[in-house]
């Protein structure tokens, strides 16, 4: 059973612009990780944020952590072409990692 | 730096045959994983190992077999391949303890298997 859904399942905008992407999952975790899948290829990690944290930044990349809430987000500044991909969060609970389904993301020049 | 090399890339199987899927990182990692990806379902955890010499099941394990030969490969073998495994099948290593998800994943680029 997956533990993180994402949000939207698909999401096209153009080059420039910023791209949203959300997780939610059911059960504590003890982090939070981002990964990006290009067409054909392996998942690249791109983030971990632990569950003590709300924010966490890697180029142009954002991430938060609603706890609270349990939801996630990922920002991605001024988009390019080539960030056009799938995302998926991995959520870590008891001794387990599981990924959700995964937004694909369509980047137009 | 090859990282997660798996092989082979694509296979066709008719029902029954037997095949295993190779993996090796060159990371020193610890921890290693097979995990099947299928459209619509994400990726699905098939079996881990958290050390050479160890293995667990993970979420989807029937139909399959592992062996970490050491601490450099893991292999996943179908014993009598049926269509319903006809997936993309991804290793994974990580500098972690077992399953914890305390650690960054590395991915290998997958072995796209089709089952007739």
């Known amino acids: 059973s997956q533990q993180g859904e994402e949000d939207p399942q698909a999401l096209s905008i153009q080059e420039g612009e910023n791209a949203t992407m959300n997780c939610s999952y059911k059960?504590?975790?003890?982090?939070l990780q981002w990964y990006r899948q290009n067409s054909g290829r392996g998942l690249v990690h791109l983030i971990l944020?632990?569950?003590?944290?709300r924010e966490k930044h890697s180029g142009r990349l954002r991430v938060t952590l609603d706890t609270s809430k349990k939801s996630s987000s990922l920002l991605i500044t001024a988009s390019r072409a080539a960030d056009t991909a799938s995302y998926f969060c991995?959520?870590?609970?008891?001794?387990?990692?599981?990924f959700g389904t995964g937004t694909r993301l369509l980047v137009s020049p | 730096n090859a990282g997660v090399t798996q092989t082979p890339k694509f296979q066709v199987l008719k029902t029954g045959q037997s095949m295993t899927l190779q993996c090796a990182q060159d990371?020193?990692?610890?921890?290693m994983y097979w995990y099947r990806q299928d459209p619509g379902m994400g990726l699905r955890l098939i079996y881990y190992?958290?050390?050479?010499?160890?293995?667990d099941k993970g979420e989807v394990p029937n139909g399959y077999n592992v062996s970490r030969l050491n601490k450099r490969e893991f292999s996943l073998r179908l014993e009598s391949a049926a269509p319903s495994q006809t997936s993309v099948y991804f290793c994974?290593?990580?500098?972690?303890?077992?399953?914890?998800?305390?650690?960054?994943?590395?991915f290998g680029d997958g072995t796209r298997l089709s089952i007739l």
């Open positions: 991995a959520t870590t609970g008891f001794q387990k990692l599981v």
């Open positions: 994974a290593s990580s500098a972690g303890t077992g399953n914890s998800g305390n650690q960054p994943q590395h």
């Open positions: 944020i632990r569950s003590n944290e």
């Open positions: 990371m020193n990692h610890n921890s």
């Open positions: 190992s958290a050390s050479e010499g160890t293995t």
């Open positions: 059960t504590s975790i003890n982090n």
